[in-house]
């Protein structure tokens, strides 16, 4: 134990040795909260304000405060702050270097004020702005995808259930399905900056303060829709934060699924697609190898994702009104987030619009496998069949064509008669890749007329 030194100066009043210097390291979080500096100190130029307002500070005082909080801006961001564990935060960093600067009238900034307060104030105005860039990762993919959509509106592939062939669908659905699961992730985004979106300021450590504040003014002066109703909430809430992360886990989990199909499509077994040699690396003993390393990543850091949700949940859970030293490990988490989704949405946005297209291979695969028999089987219901008799009848055709090596289309017509009789030679336009997409013609429906439909919906939905 140091039990010689000084007690620390922000609060050691009632302190009569100095904090154990483990504990000094244990309790600090400058080492990461320092990320937040430019947020602590808008925070603190509106607090600042408002005490002005309110005669708490003279013109002299908030002069000295504006212009101080101002200099130690550009100290940060030209590498000239010193930042100290010893203070523990981001807080009480700034707050003594200011009083470093200008004197006494420093002192007088956390009139009205906790760190409690503080903090949550800065992470939700620290997350508003990581949301807003987010955001714009996030529309930049949709559009990539979107374009895709429209270009290979037409393009045919095999769609799967069971990661077996099923029925044929079009590569701009397939592109529109991811699409869809996005617009759902960007609406759970904007939901979490909605209600992020209201200022704890003024809730002081728990129960608010003496001072005559003005919350609506630090509420407006920060760009937040309102201040918080609860003093008490509005310190130890950190919903926000869980509610991003998951946004962010679900988002990731899509974002899983597509790199797991880019993968697939990649390998030699598939070759749906060749992504660019930007994105890949090779490997250091297999000379043929193309590794599409981006997508394995993105599906990796999943995991990351889901564990910062994960977290921040167990962080909360149980923890008793109000603030508690637990929340100081709010950050690392949310920032782990915030800085893995942003960066896997950016690789995506630029990966998606790069992907080559392999149509031959994705069509021959379409054509192997029996994609067309639905098809054959509601040709059969249309000549007056059962559905369940017709599928019975198809099935056995398929049967014949798995022993003959022979796709449905490639059987003669006089072949496929003897499953039923009443098949015609109009059945060949039925067994088609073409017709089978085609036929699917209804909203959601995978022919290329709906998808190109569904591109026009989805960047009218995007400019609103
Ligand atoms: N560094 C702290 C945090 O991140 C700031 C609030 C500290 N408040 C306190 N009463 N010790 O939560």
Redesign the pocket.
């Known amino acids: 134990m140091s039990g010689n030194k000084t007690p620390n100066k922000a609060w050691g009043g009632r302190f009569s040795e100095a904090t154990d210097e483990f504990v000094t390291r244990f309790t600090a979080?400058a080492d990461f909260?320092r990320r937040l500096y430019r947020q602590d100190i808008q925070g603190s130029l509106a607090h600042a304000q408002m005490l002005h307002g309110a005669n708490l500070l003279d013109d002299n005082e908030y002069k000295l405060i504006e212009a101080g909080l101002g200099d130690i801006l550009e100290d940060i961001e030209s590498g000239q702050f010193s930042w100290s564990i010893e203070l523990?935060?981001?807080?009480m960093n700034i707050e003594a270097a200011l009083t470093k600067k200008i004197g006494e009238a420093g002192k007088k900034l956390h009139t009205g004020r906790?760190?409690?307060d503080?903090?949550a104030t800065d992470i939700r105005l620290w997350l508003r702005e990581e949301i807003l860039n987010i955001q714009d990762e996030l529309l930049r993919l949709q559009n990539g995808l979107l374009n895709l959509a429209e270009r290979e509106a037409a393009t045919i592939m095999p769609g799967f259930t069971h990661l077996q062939t099923a029925q044929p669908v079009t590569f701009g659905h397939h592109m529109m399905a991811w699409y869809e699961m996005l617009e759902r992730d960007k609406g759970r985004l904007q939901d979490c900056h909605k209600r992020l979106n209201r200022s704890p300021l003024g809730a002081a450590?728990l129960a608010g303060t003496s001072y005559p504040i003005d919350r609506e003014l630090t509420a407006s002066l920060l760009g937040f829709d309102s201040p918080t109703a609860n003093s008490l909430d509005s310190v130890s809430d950190r919903d926000f934060a869980i509610e991003f992360c998951a946004f962010a886990s679900l988002l990731m989990t899509h974002l899983s699924r597509a790199s797991e199909e880019l993968i697939l499509w990649t390998s030699a077994q598939f070759g749906f697609i060749e992504l660019p040699d930007r994105f890949c690396t090779g490997s250091s003993i297999m000379p043929q190898k193309k590794n599409p390393d981006v997508p394995e990543l993105v599906r990796g850091k999943t995991g990351r994702v889901h564990g910062d949700l994960v977290a921040l949940l167990t962080l909360m859970k149980a923890q008793p009104l109000a603030?508690n030293?637990d929340?100081?490990e709010?950050?690392e988490p949310l920032f782990d987030a915030v800085d893995t989704v942003r960066d896997c949405l950016r690789a995506f946005a630029d990966m998606v619009p790069a992907v080559v297209i392999n149509k031959d291979n994705m069509r021959s695969a379409a054509l192997r496998g029996y994609s067309t028999a639905t098809d054959l089987a509601d040709y059969l219901v249309g000549k007056g069949l059962a559905f369940r008799d017709a599928h019975e009848a198809v099935g056995k055709a398929v049967a014949f064509g798995i022993k003959e090596e022979k796709d449905l289309a490639e059987l003669s017509l006089t072949q496929l008669q003897k499953f039923n009789r009443s098949i015609k030679s109009d059945v060949f336009d039925v067994l088609t890749l073409e017709g089978s997409v085609n036929a699917r013609n209804h909203l959601g429906g995978t022919a290329p007329e709906q998808v190109t439909k569904a591109v026009a919906e989805a960047r009218k939905i995007m400019l609103r």
């Open positions: 979080s909260d523990e935060d981001v807080h906790s760190r409690n503080q903090v450590a603030y030293k929340n100081q709010d950050k």
